[in-house]
């Protein structure tokens, strides 16, 4: 019964490198969502998804990407990754109103 | 542009008496509100919802109550315990964009 998965669980990078976060979910769902938390600021939409091979901008989507190949799975990337992207992110999932969060990944940008 | 607002960031309450965390909205697209519980190093867990044809929504010692003129929501937690010392998120549904759209949140501690 693992519901939404996301690996890894803590990451330290280098400003510059890139890094991929993946998120799974095992309930069939056609939404997916990666949001970022940093203090005062709440959850913020990065980037969604509304079924297998679509993506949609949220927020706060400058220096990310996602792709969602298989419906199962939201990568969400960095590719030269920023001290600004220091935050703990979030891959969630719904079926159609409440959404079911991950553990999140605490992230550290050097 | 934030569309969902919680403007108290703390709230701290004793054991047994009613914690009320409040919540505000800009969009009228939004179809469905919700709250969500958060502890320390862990996911949001889903807690209570509403649609906006309701006004109130009750589940066990929380309710949900909306006011769509004053867009505003509120969640009541009565007796509060000391489980309860968490942060909430207030949420809110786009029927157009199918996101999920969040508030900054608030701290509620649980006095003994």
């Known amino acids: 019964n693992a519901g939404v998965t996301q690996t890894p669980k803590f990451r330290v990078l280098k400003t510059g490198q890139s890094m991929t976060l993946l998120c799974a979910q095992d309930?069939?769902?056609?939404?997916m969502y990666w949001y970022r938390q940093d203090p005062g600021m709440g959850l913020r939409l990065i980037h969604y998804s509304v079924g297998e091979g679509t993506t949609a901008k949220g927020e706060v989507p400058d220096g990310y990407n996602v792709s969602r190949l298989k419906k199962q799975n939201f990568l969400l990337g960095l590719e030269s990754a920023a001290p600004s992207q220091t935050s703990v992110y979030f891959c969630?999932?719904?079926?159609?109103?409440?959404?079911?969060f991950g553990q999140g990944t605490r992230l550290t940008v050097v | 542009d934030q569309q969902v607002k919680q403007n108290s960031p703390s709230l701290s309450v004793q054991e047994g008496r009613i914690s009320i965390l409040n919540c505000d909205y800009t969009?009228?697209?939004?179809?469905?509100f919700l709250w969500y519980k958060k502890y320390p190093a862990e996911g949001p867990t889903f807690l209570i919802s509403i649609s906006s044809i309701k006004d109130k929504n009750e589940d066990g010692r929380f309710t949900v109550f909306l006011n769509k003129s004053a867009k505003h929501l509120s969640l009541h937690i009565v007796p509060s315990q000391p489980g309860d010392s968490a942060v909430y998120f207030c949420?809110?549904?786009?029927?157009?964009?199918?996101?999920?759209?969040f508030g900054q949140g608030t701290r509620l501690t649980i006095n003994p």
């Open positions: 969009n009228s697209m939004f179809d469905y």
């Open positions: 949420a809110a549904k786009d029927q157009g964009a199918q996101k999920l759209v």
């Open positions: 309930m069939n769902h056609e939404y």
């Open positions: 969630a999932s719904s079926l159609s109103v409440e959404a079911f």
